[in-house]
Nanobody
Framework: VQLQASGGGLVQPGGSLRLSCAAS????????MAWYRRAPAKERELVGR???????NIADSVKGRFTISRDGAKNTVALQMSSLKVEDTAVYYC?????????WGQGTLVTVSS
């Protein structure tokens, strides 16, 4: 399984950004797909997870601002981010658990700055 994250960039505080993760396999066959982030000098943090049955879990730190969705036709999972804050600056990674194995994408940098 290969994952390709895209959509990162520079955005002003209060702005929005949509990240996309393209999977080489069907996203509907995954046990879960998730987004993590790692901010400078901080530990990796789970942002949100979309479980195979469609259940979505979002971290408290981004709840109400970030949402996760999947597109089976395109085999992609998106992270829609709004009301972005400076503290959301991080490298964002998508992951996929498939048949007991966890796969990681290469990460995409999101910088929130004025």
């Amino acid at each position: 399984v290969q994952l390709q994250a895209s959509g990162g960039g520079l955005v002003q505080p209060g702005g929005s950004l949509r990240l996309s993760c393209a999977a080489s396999g069907s996203v509907f066959d995954a046990e879960y797909m998730a987004w993590y982030r790692r901010a400078p000098a901080k530990e990796r943090e789970l942002v949100g997870r979309l479980i195979g049955d469609g259940t979505i879990n979002i971290a408290d730190s981004v709840k109400g601002r970030f949402t996760i969705s999947r597109d089976g036709a395109k085999n992609t999972v998106a992270l829609q981010m709004s009301s972005l804050k400076v503290e959301d600056t991080a490298v964002y990674y998508c992951t996929m658990r498939y048949r007991g194995n966890v796969y990681w994408g290469q990460g995409t940098l999101v910088t929130v700055s004025s």
